[in-house]
């Protein structure tokens, strides 16, 4: 039985739901409940206040908002609730998500919306995850473990690409 939601990952459009995956799959692997929901802050303005407005008395902890173009959503879902709110930037447009990342970075005073980079769906659920786990040590473990894995890759990849590029004589 999965674990109650307690991520949501929110975007305004279901041409955004693809990159979702990369945070659904970093928080199934950890173990971490969450949802998808599509509430656009200028399509079905209401449905995203109400989400926003509910989300903790659903158990949501955290909430993950993703945006392209002018970006209003992440500002829009944590003008509602006091919940964290992690802004994921969207590519896309002519400028290729910039304008996205400025509207994200730049909330006023008294809405405080943390922003990860341009799409950056999975490390929006690694700080999702890095919140929970100030409260449950079992996760905290696991993301310990996450990391270490993390690393070694990397160690791996770069010692088979200097094989690759230079053989044995590295």
Do not use: C
């Amino acid at each position: 039985m999965p674990s109650p939601a307690k991520v949501a990952l929110i975007v305004g459009s279901p041409n955004d739901l693809p990159k979702v995956r990369a945070a659904t799959e970093v928080l199934a692997e950890l173990e971490v409940g969450y949802e998808v929901v599509v509430a656009s802050a200028h399509r079905t303005p209401e449905k995203a206040a109400v989400f926003a407005s509910g989300a903790a008395e659903q158990g949501i902890e955290v909430i993950i908002a993703g945006a392209g173009l002018a970006a209003h959503l992440p500002g829009v879902i944590a003008a509602r609730t006091t919940l964290p709110v992690i802004g994921v930037p969207l590519s896309g447009g002519s400028l290729g998500g910039l304008d996205a990342l400025l509207s994200v970075v730049q909330m006023p005073s008294g809405v405080p919306v943390a922003t990860v980079g341009i799409d950056a769906f999975k490390n929006a659920a690694l700080l999702a995850a890095s919140i929970l786990a100030l409260k449950d040590r079992e996760l905290a473990d696991r993301l310990r473990d996450y990391r270490r894995r993390t690393a070694e890759n990397a160690e791996a990849e770069a010692e088979r690409k200097i094989r690759e590029l230079w053989g044995a004589e590295s």
